[in-house]
């Protein structure tokens, strides 16, 4: 779960507060749940990283990324039936951000991209500072 978060939850939960999709209302409370849960989930892999002293693993990367697309899978099959779109996998979030561009199924496309990009961005610089460490 370490290696999820640190390398696939800060960069997705960096993006969701850089540009919030807050299209379930503007309550105190909705607004405050959305920030601090995402919050969260940067901040949990960071206390871990410097406090507990947790580390990723060689080639966790690869893992991360086949997991992810598991979960995906399993994500896209539940919205299949429900008639969902948890993960924003059946249509575009109504943001505006450079990293989502068209419309189902094109936006798939800038997910995979950036994700994969996040995955390995936060690999190199989380694995690089923990080489300098030991």
């Not at 995402?38 to 410097?50: E, K, N, Q, R």
């Not at 507990?52 to 919205?79: F, Q």
């Not at 008639?83 to 575009?92: E, F, G, K, W």
Request: charged share 10%; with cysteine; proline share 6%.
């Amino acid at each position: 779960i370490f290696e999820f978060l640190i390398l696939l939850g800060i960069g997705g939960a960096l993006q969701s507060i850089l540009t919030p999709e807050l299209t379930h209302g503007y309550s105190p409370y909705l607004f405050v749940d959305y920030y601090l849960s995402h919050s969260a989930i940067i901040f949990t892999p960071l206390y871990a990283y410097f406090v507990l002293g947790m580390r990723p693993r060689p080639y966790s990367w690869l893992k991360i990324w086949i997991a992810a697309h598991i979960v995906l899978g399993v994500v896209g099959i539940i919205n299949w039936f429900l008639n969902s779109n948890y993960i924003y996998l059946c249509q575009a979030p109504k943001v505006d951000n450079p990293m989502v561009t068209g419309q189902y199924p094109i936006h798939l496309l800038g997910f995979e991209i950036f994700g994969t990009l996040h995955i390995l961005f936060f690999y190199f610089i989380f694995k690089s500072r923990s080489s300098k460490v030991e």
